[in-house]
């Protein structure tokens, strides 16, 4: 079984910085992609950031120059830097991560959303 825990998140002003971690335990062989989605009310769910293995990221327009991802992979942790934050940055803040339980299978594992909310 394999558990996804963040942490971070919370209330900051617009122009504000936030980081949130995520940190997956259990039985793992691999994890390739890492990411953070959010899903602010009435919204879907979008990417803002995804890591791979090897240390390729991507961003979306929407956070590109202000948002950074990062992994340690010998912790299984990806972290998100939060700067210059929007109010159109809140949300609930999704870690995901594709990982490997063996050498075959892969699953996608998400957590369980953390709130983050950027006043004006």
């Known amino acids: 079984q394999v558990h996804l825990v963040e942490s971070g998140g919370g209330l900051v002003q617009a122009g504000g910085s936030l980081r949130l971690s995520c940190v997956a335990s259990g039985s793992m062989f691999s994890i390739n992609v890492m990411g953070w989605y959010r899903q602010a009310p009435g919204k879907q769910r979008e990417l803002v950031a995804s890591i791979s293995r090897s240390g390729s990221y991507y961003y979306p327009d929407s956070v590109k120059g202000r948002f950074t991802i990062s992994r340690d992979n010998g912790k299984n942790t990806v972290s998100l830097q939060m700067n210059s934050l929007k109010p159109e940055d809140t949300g609930v803040y999704y870690c995901?991560?594709?990982?490997?339980?063996?050498?075959?299978?892969?699953?996608?594992?998400w957590g369980q959303g953390t709130q983050v909310t950027v006043s004006s």
């Open positions: 995901n991560m594709r990982i490997k339980t063996s050498t075959v299978l892969e699953y996608e594992f």
